[in-house]
């Protein structure tokens, strides 16, 4: 019997366009439930397809400190957050919850 292997999957890989980026942040903001390291991850997978010294340049971070506000250990500030979505080329959308 032959032995499987398995690898680690890496969603990053699978992010190759602007509209698949959008929508992978979109899903990730409707799953969070108020997660906000959960965010940070998902904005970690996206910058790592895009590339992360690109998006740290763009964001005005250094790349170190990119990584670790996006590894999903921990909740980076808010404005952080906002310079990585902008040097992304996302943006936030806000919709009205159905509180019934």
Do not use: W
């Amino acid at each position: 019997m032959t032995k499987t292997q398995t690898t680690r999957y890496d969603v990053s890989e699978h992010l190759r366009t602007p509209e698949e980026m959008a929508a992978y942040f979109e899903a990730c903001l409707e799953e969070a439930y108020g997660d906000a390291a959960f965010i940070a991850k998902a904005l970690g997978d996206i910058a790592r397809a895009k590339g992360m010294s690109q998006v740290a340049r763009d964001a005005g971070l250094s790349r170190e400190s990119l990584y670790k506000a996006l590894s999903g250990e921990r909740s980076p500030n808010f404005d952080k957050i906002l310079k990585v979505i902008e040097a992304l080329g996302l943006k936030l959308h806000a919709d009205v919850v159905d509180m019934s």
